[in-house]
Nanobody, 125 residues
Framework: QVQLVESGGGLVQPGGSLRLSCAASGSIFSINAMGWYRQAPGKERELVAAITSGGSTNYADSVKGRFTISRDNAKNTVYLQMNSLKPEDTAVYYC???????????????????WGQGTQVTVSS
């Protein structure tokens, strides 16, 4: 089993900052990539930012220059630093992990995709 523990959401005024954290634990052999997605009311879930194990990053155009994704491989943790927040950033933010589990009895590596429970980010004055 795998757990993704998200933290750091909350209420912030426009122009403010928040830092989200997501720590992965459990039956993880290795992590291919981790990322943050968000879903606003009435809208589809969308990618915000992602980072691979090699450090390559990908950002939604709407957050480029304002958000920064980073990771601590030793802790299986990914962070999202959000600056210059806007009301349109209001959403539930979900952590995602693309990871591998290893089954030694079968010498088998299996890839999985797992989601966190989500954390609310509200940008409002």
């Amino acid at each position: 089993q795998v757990q993704l523990v998200e933290s750091g959401g909350g209420l912030v005024q426009p122009g403010g900052s928040l830092r989200l954290s997501c720590a992965a634990s459990g039956s993880i052999f290795s992590i291919n990539a981790m990322g943050w997605y968000r879903q606003a009311p009435g809208k589809e879930r969308e990618l915000v930012a992602a980072i691979t194990s090699g450090g390559s990053t990908n950002y939604a155009d709407s957050v480029k220059g304002r958000f920064t994704i980073s990771r601590d491989n030793a802790k299986n943790t990914v962070y999202l630093q959000m600056n210059s927040l806007k009301p349109e950033d209001t959403a539930v933010y979900y952590c995602n992990a693309d990871y591998n589990s290893y089954y030694s009895d079968y010498d088998l590596t299996q890839e999985y995709d797992y989601w966190g429970q989500g954390t609310q980010v509200t940008v409002s004055s």
